[in-house]
């Protein structure tokens, strides 16, 4: 129940820096920018405390752990990958027009005899 209201009041702060952006609207526009971040960063800090929140943290701290240990591939692999992606995809454009321009032929030319002068 504690956590619930927790995050009533994450809402409404965060609802507040949004009303402060429309309210503030005669304010210099920075001091209206600064109201939404103000109110999303209590919003945060508030959420932080609860039990989603310390869960969701401990799964945002594994996530850079693993992104961590991902073996990122080098300039060569990634150009060589790149080609063969262009190459693949120059080869597949070919065979569909190919494809497209014979059943054209057949349909058209051969079985309903359209294109005959």
Avoid: C, N
Avoid at 84 to 97: E, G, P, R
């Amino acid at each position: 129940m504690v956590d619930k209201i927790k995050f009533a009041l994450a809402l409404l702060l965060v609802a507040a820096g949004v009303a402060g952006f429309y309210l503030l609207s005669a304010q210099p526009t920075v001091l209206r920018v600064l109201a939404v971040l103000a109110g999303v960063a209590a919003g945060v800090a508030v959420a932080w405390f609860t039990e989603a929140g310390r869960q969701f943290a401990a799964f945002a701290s594994d996530a850079i752990t693993e992104v961590k240990k991902v073996v990122w591939p080098t300039r060569k692999e990634t150009l060589q990958t790149t080609g063969i992606v262009f190459a693949f995809v120059v080869i597949m454009a070919f065979f569909l027009w190919v494809t497209d321009k014979s059943l054209e032929w057949v349909l058209y030319d051969l079985v309903l005899g359209w294109r005959h002068s």
